[in-house]
């Protein structure tokens, strides 16, 4: 759960743009290239596990008798 | 019991008196029935019986006198509830803050009529007052209707957006921008109505990884406003630097979405620490909630579009980037074996540079032959030169002291004494010294003298000197 929250997604995906640019230039080296390689899969990878995982979590936000907020999932019909 | 009938025409009662008396129609005209016009109450028969007329009777009395007393007339309010049966004819509500009047606009003067107001619109209707019997409702009769500057509703919405835009809530700076993946989205909005359906029901097909806090609060009606401003409070206590709030509903009449023009929902919404996204009402409705809200929501279903991504758009990125990095690295691989194989066709081989080598050294040994020729050819080019202009400068020199020499030789001839002798001169020298004797005195006499014709030579003694 620490490891998803720490996961942002847009920022991997970035990650991913770069490093196909940079792989894409002939300067690179290949020892470097294939480092980068490496983790252009593993982002890649949790990228699509990210998608999987991803769904709309309904919840719904009211107050109790004493004011205070109260927090629970929602029951909405649609 | 007459007067209490009129009590609400009280004002109207002397007027209308004295219109039915100045129009001729008097007490025995048959639609004004004895004791239709009362005094005072000591005047109505105790019994009712004399005096009372039937509910037609007196409609259509009170219609007369309307439209007597009201031919034509012109009035000023604010449209509402505008209903248009299938009949054509347009029914409407004329209002201002503290009446109402029902108004009618039959087909015919509807066709007619270049403007045709809509629910809020403030405007002046011309046409005749009536009662409608079978109702008993006063009714203005409507042939022509103009607008009357804008509605009141339209004119209190612009006077509050010029005030907050000048003071600078719609201003651009003071956007916040909108989170990309927001951590949490709160709705603000009716739990029951159609704006969290469309939204939640968009949500569910796009790329959504927030949870999403229904915040429900009513969207319409009296405090409305209020309690959105409640719901705004309630989230942003809970709220997180990742988070967003859409303040949204369905659409609905001007006065529907009147909550989201409050001067204080506004205010609250600009003093908000979390982004907020507006969607109310349908792409052609703006609130004074889209102009101050971070970003405006055409529709609930827009919001939705704004704040998740298209699941699609990212998976396919995904693949393309995917085959994009293999490619790359697949490429640069090929590329270093290439290499590889061309150094190892180089290296097999070392004869090659050897013949290389020979190769070279031939070529330098030749240019070098060839340069050595060009330079011994080009030495003794200059020496043949040097070589030639050396004999024929000698020759030169001899043949020009030839020649000196000659001329040198014919003048001396000419100048020789022999010549002179050989004209018939002689010379004559003394044979002591040989010394030319040039005068007399040189000789002494018998002194030995040698003369010299210009052949042979005579020997002889001075005998006499003359001086």
């Not at chain 2, 025995?28 to 009777?57: C, I, M, W």
């Not at chain 2, 403007?115 to 009769?141: A, C, H, N, T």
């Not at chain 2, 205010?267 to 971070?294: L, M, N, Q, W």
């Not at chain 2, 030995?448 to 042979?456: D, N, S, T």
Request: net charge negative; aromatic share 8%; with cysteine.
């Amino acid at each position: 759960m620490e490891e998803e929250k720490a996961f942002r997604f847009k920022e991997a995906v970035k990650e991913l743009e770069t490093i196909v640019r940079e792989l894409e230039d002939d300067t690179v080296d290949l020892d470097v290239a294939l480092k980068k390689y490496e983790r252009g899969i593993r982002l890649i990878r949790m990228c699509n596990e990210y998608l999987d995982k991803a769904e709309l979590r309904l919840k719904e936000l009211t107050q109790d008798e004493g004011g205070v907020p109260l927090l629970k999932d929602a029951q909405l019909e649609e | 019991m007459g007067n209490v009938i009129f009590a609400p025409f009280e004002v109207h009662k002397q007027g209308l008196r004295e219109c039915v008396i100045n129009m001729g129609i008097n007490s025995n005209n048959t639609l004004f029935p004895d004791g239709f016009f009362v005094e005072d109450k000591e005047d109505v028969d105790e019994s009712g019986l004399l005096a009372s007329v039937s509910v037609s009777e007196f409609l259509n009395g009170l219609r007369d006198l309307i439209e007597e007393e009201f031919p034509y007339v012109a009035i000023r309010g604010e449209v509402s509830s505008i209903s248009i049966p299938r009949s054509g004819h347009a029914y409407f509500i004329l209002k201002d803050p503290d009446a109402q009047l029902k108004a009618v606009m039959f087909q015919g003067a509807r066709n007619r009529s270049r403007f045709f107001p809509k629910e809020g619109d403030e405007i002046i209707v011309f046409g005749r007052p009536s009662l409608y019997r079978p109702r008993g409702d006063l009714q203005v009769i409507v042939d022509r209707v103009l607008p009357y500057g804008e509605g009141r509703l339209e004119r209190l919405f612009n006077e509050l957006k010029d005030r907050l835009d000048r003071e600078g809530l719609f201003s651009q700076g003071a956007k916040r921008p909108i989170p990309e993946f927001p951590d949490r989205v709160f709705v603000i909005t009716s739990p029951t109505g159609a704006a969290i359906r469309d939204f939640i029901k968009t949500a569910r097909g796009r790329l959504v990884t927030s949870d999403v806090i229904v915040c429900p609060t009513r969207v319409q009606g009296d405090g409305a406003d209020r309690e959105v401003i409640f719901a705004i409070d309630l989230a942003e206590s809970m709220a997180g630097p990742n988070d967003v709030l859409v303040i949204t509903r369905g659409g609905g009449s001007r006065e529907d979405l009147w909550t989201f023009n409050s001067e204080a929902l506004a205010r609250r919404i600009y003093s908000c620490k979390v982004p907020v996204v507006s969607a109310v009402g349908h792409e052609i409705d703006f609130t004074i909630v889209d102009f101050v809200s971070d970003l405006r929501a055409p529709t609930p279903t827009a919001a939705a579009q704004v704040l998740f991504p298209s699941r699609e758009e990212y998976e396919d990125a995904l693949i393309h980037l995917g085959e994009r990095l293999t490619r790359s690295v697949s490429y640069k691989i090929m590329e270093r074996r290439h290499a590889i194989k061309d150094l190892a066709h180089r290296l097999r081989d070392p004869k090659t540079y050897l013949y290389e080598s020979r190769v070279t050294l031939d070529d330098l040994s030749y240019r070098l032959e060839r340069r050595l020729t060009t330079l011994i050819a080009h030495e003794k080019e200059c020496l043949k030169d040097l070589d030639s202009r050396l004999t024929f400068g000698v020759v030169n020199k001899l043949s020009l002291s030839k020649y000196n020499l000659k001329r040198l030789s014919s003048n001396l001839e000419a100048l020789s004494p022999l010549k002179v002798l050989a004209r018939g001169y002689s010379l004559v020298s003394r044979h002591e010294d040989g010394a030319i004797v040039k005068e007399a005195s040189m000789v002494r006499v018998g002194e030995r003298l040698v003369i010299r014709p210009a052949k042979g030579h005579i020997k002889c003694i001075a005998e006499e000197i003359v001086e």
